[in-house]
């Protein structure tokens, strides 16, 4: 599926994040517990995934999540914006994580670790 | 951090993106390179993410608009005058000129008004067009040994220029004309492989 975002009727296809890249899988990742602003942000991702993104990153990620219906900016708090993930956004994101599990279950399989 | 060298940088950095982004992101970005730089994150990593994410904010909005039609126009130009586009490679002789460059081998005097106006058909510029109808006229043979014909925009972000060098002097066979582009890449026209009457015979101003 390609990530060409809403459909014609108005839904997502599977996987829209599939070629979005990993910035915004984190970034829609730490958001799904509520939402935060962009230094939260990077401070949650470098907890949860060990990888520091770069601010020039965070912000493209950002821009381009927002124009996907992924996430909606809230009132500015003082000079930082807070992000929300939607629920268009939210859905994506299962999609994404069901293709990454599938893709994860084949791979140990391979391996022969075991299926999951 | 006011008024260090780091904060500078980052200043610069962020005034290389649209002022549309910097209007919604600007303070904020401001205050996370502080918050990050504090934390011990090096000055040169938040610099060089908000130079790649400024250059790429402007390659989404703008190129996309201008750069690609200025390169299929020298696609289409290199196609038109006959030329392979295997040989369009890095064989540019060393001691050509630095920067990146079209060289372009006038095989004979015979055919030289037909391969120079081949490669100058892919300006657009006036001075171009001019020192065409120059060598038109017969005039060619009074150039310098190495004479700036021209300085094209043939698009907002990419400026062509033309040079002529005549070697030897007095004729124009093994002369080399080269295209310069700042900031493309190093590559070589040899007209002297490709018959001059394949070559296009549009006449500059036409």
């Not at chain 2, 201008?66 to 130009?77: D, E, I, K």
């Not at chain 2, 700036?148 to 005549?166: D, I, T």
Request: proline share 6%.
């Amino acid at each position: 599926m390609a990530a060409t975002g809403r459909e014609p009727h108005g839904g997502y296809e599977q996987d829209v994040l599939r070629r979005a890249g990993d910035a915004s899988v984190l970034i829609l990742t730490s958001l799904a517990d509520g939402p935060k602003h962009g230094y939260a942000l990077l401070l949650d991702i470098k907890e949860f995934a060990g990888l520091r993104l770069g601010p020039g990153t965070l912000y493209g990620a950002l821009d381009r999540l927002e124009g996907l219906g992924l996430i909606e900016s809230l009132p500015a708090e003082d000079r930082r914006h807070p992000y929300r993930i939607t629920s268009a956004g939210a859905i994506a994101l299962r999609h994404h994580l069901d293709s990454l599990e599938r893709v994860s279950a084949v791979g140990r399989l391979r391996l022969g670790l075991g299926g999951v | 951090m006011p008024g260090t060298p780091r904060t500078r940088m980052i200043e610069v950095a962020l005034r290389c993106y649209p002022r549309r982004w910097r209007d919604h992101h600007g303070d904020e970005a401001i205050e996370i390179a502080q918050l990050l730089v504090s934390d011990g994150v090096p000055a040169l990593f938040v610099v060089g993410s908000y130079l790649k994410g400024a250059a790429r904010e402007r390659l989404i909005t703008r190129p996309s608009r201008r750069l690609l039609p200025a390169v299929g126009a020298l696609l289409v130009g290199a196609s038109l005058i006959g030329v392979p586009l295997v040989l369009l490679d890095s064989s540019t002789p060393a001691s050509a000129a630095s920067g990146n460059e079209v060289v372009a081998m006038i095989s004979s005097h015979q055919h030289a008004v037909e391969q120079l106006e081949s490669v100058l058909s892919c300006t657009t510029s006036k001075s171009a067009s001019w020192g065409y109808r120059h060598l038109q006229a017969g005039m060619a043979r009074s150039w310098p040994s190495t004479s700036r014909c021209g300085m094209a925009r043939l698009a907002p972000y990419v400026r062509y220029q033309v040079h002529v060098s005549l070697e030897p002097r007095d004729a124009l066979t093994g002369s080399l004309c080269r295209c310069t582009t700042p900031g493309g890449r190093r590559s070589s026209l040899d007209l002297a492989r490709s018959p001059a009457r394949q070559l296009p015979s549009r006449r500059m101003g036409d």
